[in-house]
């Protein structure tokens, strides 16, 4: 038996080896679910363009901290990891008709969902392995991009779905996050500027709000709805509407209850 079987036949994550590629200066992988991955965010050129470059510097931000660091790369799967970045806003195709959004579920969910199903059909395609891409994997990919605003649940993943997050985080404003190095970023944000990203952002989630209020209730998109958007309304659709109509009832029911009834 070969060493490396030995590895994962006693379960230790084995690093896959992966063809790869140069973008912006950061080594990434090259197989052919990533091309087809970055093909797919194209569709975001015809609205909202800013977002492709959202979406490259999330993925590349994260390649490059991953490849500085040997135990991250010796532990993290770079094609899930390049798929999960890439695809983590398809919930935000503000196309009409789009195929990924809903009028009933939060955009990260939305997204979750798109990356998904996507990746499913890459498979029947034979794009990527059914044998890798498994459930339990597939439930990772939902669980990074759905979770990828709540940093307060996502803590408690497992490793390879908090990195879809993590490189999400590695976007924001400020200096530069002491993970990546300084060349690397320099050479990312060179190529992929980030200079239309929030004024896109406040576009569309206003958007949601407006479009879809359904999926808007109880997340952050309700603050964007009751600032922007004329007409809308959150008041009866909120959890603490939904508990305070509940004492009401209750009160109303049982007036005489105590805590011991
Ligand atoms: C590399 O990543 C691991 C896991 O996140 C972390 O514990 C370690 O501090 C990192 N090493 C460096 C040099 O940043
Ligand atoms: C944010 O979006 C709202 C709603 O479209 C708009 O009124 C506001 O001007 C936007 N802010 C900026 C700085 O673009
Ligand atoms: C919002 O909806 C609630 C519940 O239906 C209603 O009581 C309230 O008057 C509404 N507010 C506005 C500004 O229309």
Not at 62 to 76: F, P, Q, R, V, Y
Not at 196 to 211: I, K, P, Q, V
Not at 251 to 259: G, I, K, L, M, R
């Amino acid at each position: 038996m070969k060493f490396s079987s030995v590895l994962a036949f006693a379960g230790v994550a084995v690093a896959a080896k992966y063809p790869t590629t140069v973008v912006a200066g950061v080594e990434v992988i090259d197989t052919p679910l990533v091309r087809e991955a970055r093909q797919l965010i194209e569709l975001f050129q015809e609205k909202q363009p800013y977002l492709i470059k959202h979406l490259y510097r999330t993925w590349l931000f994260g390649a490059a901290a991953i490849n500085a660091n040997e135990t991250l790369k010796a532990s993290l799967d770079i094609e899930f990891h390049a798929v999960g970045t890439l695809l983590h806003d398809l919930g935000w195709d503000m196309r009409d008709n789009s195929p990924y959004v809903t009028l009933t579920d939060r955009f990260e969910v939305d997204s979750g969902n798109a990356a998904v199903n996507w990746v499913k059909e890459q498979i029947k395609g034979d794009k990527c392995a059914s044998k890798k891409w498994n459930a339990a994997r597939l439930e990772k990919l939902y669980d990074g991009i759905s979770l990828q605003t709540e940093l307060s649940i996502i803590k408690y993943k497992n490793i390879q779905s908090q990195w879809i997050v993590n490189s999400v985080g590695l976007e924001f404003p400020g200096p530069r996050n002491p993970l990546i190095p300084e060349k690397d970023y320099n050479n990312i944000l060179a190529a992929y500027p980030n200079d239309y990203l929030y004024r896109g952002s406040n576009e569309t989630f206003t958007w949601m709000a407006e479009h879809k209020p359904e999926g808007s209730y109880n997340t952050f998109i309700q603050d964007f709805g009751t600032a922007f958007v004329p007409g809308y309304n959150a008041t009866g659709h909120r959890l603490f509407d939904i508990l305070q109509g509940g004492v009401s009832m209750e009160v109303a029911a049982h007036p005489n209850a105590t805590p011991d009834s």
